[in-house]
């Protein structure tokens, strides 16, 4: 984030400077969303409302439409796209690529397939994306004979070559359906598509990997990925971490904590909450307190999942005030007001209040939801309005979308791309 507002302030500086600096659309769209993305959406609104008309293209157009579309901003996201037809900006992939993510990431995927329909009634070439976004609409809905039929109509496209994206994608599908060989062939696909310094589908291997209980290529990728790269992002040492905790590799996924503590200069509470979630879950709640200790002496903060962790841990081992503190800890740490409660965390909180008769820690709990918005009906939570799956050993611990989900950040690459022709 601070180097995001470093670039806008660059941007702002050469706003500032008319007679030195001319301003292009595709200036104008890297800014729009670099103002979304340390200001909101409202100020990035405001940005496209006060862009002279020369700078009102596709190009802005699009770069609003990506912020819609990250922000899950449904009804704002089609009234700016049906704009976008009206005014012709709407006639190459990219935009139809940004909406079929967002129908995607919110399961409505009927409108995939009326979008990929329109591409080709309008001779709108799919490119790599939109191919890879409809097999992913495709698996999402467990429709593999579909997601197979999409895969064919990618090959005989000569324009197009699958890439690893196309087989992770893939691989990730087959097994939500626990359809493991035919996921491993997709990962040796992925294996033979990866290329230069991509260290992203590595992860993905590592992860997906463990999913299919193959912990010998997940140790072959770890090591393969270490001689190529001199130094591993904490994603590296997450994605190998979360797949070992996943094959109940515990002393392995211990290993290799020690190994990032000792090579990286950035504390991660994602990394750390893998191995207190295992511990947890175990249900040894000791040893996963003495961890935190440990991690919060030597100066790691934890964040609002890590202090659900250890609540849980409180919760099973029935410890009311020691969970309700954690929960007021978890509060307190969330900073950007994004964490919610698991579900099954609060009834489990509730269940052991009311099992103990004591009214008052459960309504110090109830008021503190109410002050994120949760809604309070009768003394009791809505449970529709929480979070509901969070596995502390997934590649996908902090991500609330889950596997399924596509990732925009491709789409904005690609945005990146055309702002540049």
Same mark, same amino acid.
């Given at each position: 984030m601070k180097a995001i507002g470093v670039m806008l302030q660059v941007y702002v500086w050469m706003n500032n400077k008319p007679e030195r600096f001319s301003v292009s659309s595709s200036d104008a769209a890297i800014q729009l969303d670099l103002i979304s993305k340390v200001h909101g959406v409202s100020s990035a609104e405001e940005y496209f409302l006060s862009l002279a008309d020369k700078l009102t293209d596709r190009r802005t157009y699009g770069a609003l439409l990506n912020v819609y579309v990250r922000y899950r901003m449904k009804e704002k996201a089609e009234a700016l796209f049906d704009k976008m037809r009206s005014k012709g900006y709407a006639v190459h992939s990219l935009p139809f690529n940004v909406m079929m993510t967002l129908y995607v990431n919110l399961k409505v995927y009927d409108k995939v397939d009326m979008l990929a329909s329109e591409m080709r009634e309008k001779n709108i070439r799919l490119d790599i994306y939109s191919y890879n976004i409809c097999l992913s609409s495709c698996g999402s809905r467990g429709s593999i004979e579909k997601m197979e039929e999409v895969f064919d109509q990618m090959v005989k496209d000569p324009k197009i070559f699958p890439n690893w994206t196309t087989f992770s994608t893939m691989a990730t599908m087959y097994i939500n359906m626990n359809m493991f060989e035919k996921a491993v062939g997709c990962l040796r696909k992925v294996e033979s598509r990866i290329k230069g310094r991509d260290r992203v589908p590595f992860h993905y291997l590592l992860s997906l990997y463990g999913s299919v209980g193959k912990k010998d290529d997940v140790y072959r990728v770890w090591s393969t990925y270490k001689s190529l790269f001199a130094t591993i992002p904490n994603l590296g040492y997450h994605a190998i971490i979360a797949s070992l905790v996943k094959l109940d590799d515990i002393e392995?996924?211990?290993? !290799? $904590?020690?190994?990032?503590? %000792?090579? @990286? @200069? =950035?504390?991660?509470?994602?990394?750390?909450? *893998?191995? !207190?979630? +295992? $511990?947890?879950k175990k249900g040894n709640t000791d040893k996963a307190l003495g961890f935190f200790r440990q991690i919060t002496e030597g100066g790691g903060i934890p964040n609002s999942k890590t202090w659900e962790i250890i609540c849980s841990g409180h919760i099973a081992d029935e410890r009311i005030s020691e969970a309700? &503190? +954690?929960?007021?800890? #978890?509060?307190?740490?969330?900073?950007?007001?994004?964490?919610?409660?698991? #579900?099954?965390?609060? @009834? #489990?909180?509730?269940?052991? +209040?009311?099992?103990?008769?004591? =009214?008052? &820690? #459960?309504?110090?709990?109830?008021? *503190? +939801?109410? *002050? !994120?918005?949760? %809604?309070?009906?009768?003394? =009791? !939570?809505?449970?529709?309005?929480? %979070?509901?799956?969070?596995?502390?050993?997934?590649? =996908?611990?902090?991500?609330?979308?889950?596997?399924n989900a596509v990732d925009d950040a491709q789409m904005f690459n690609q945005l990146e791309s055309t702002l540049k022709d």
């Open positions: 392995g996924a211990e290993k !290799i $904590y020690e190994e990032w503590l %000792s090579t @990286s @200069s =950035t504390y991660d509470p994602r990394i750390t909450n *893998l191995l !207190i979630g +295992c $511990y947890v309700l &503190s +954690c929960f007021k800890e #978890a509060f307190v740490a969330d900073v950007s007001n994004k964490w919610r409660p698991r #579900a099954t965390n609060l @009834s #489990a909180f509730f269940k052991l +209040c009311q099992d103990k008769d004591d =009214t008052t &820690s #459960a309504e110090v709990l109830t008021g *503190l +939801c109410a *002050l !994120i918005g949760l %809604s309070e009906s009768d003394g =009791t !939570i809505n449970n529709d309005e929480l %979070s509901t799956e969070v596995d502390t050993a997934d590649i =996908t611990d902090d991500n609330d979308d889950g596997e």
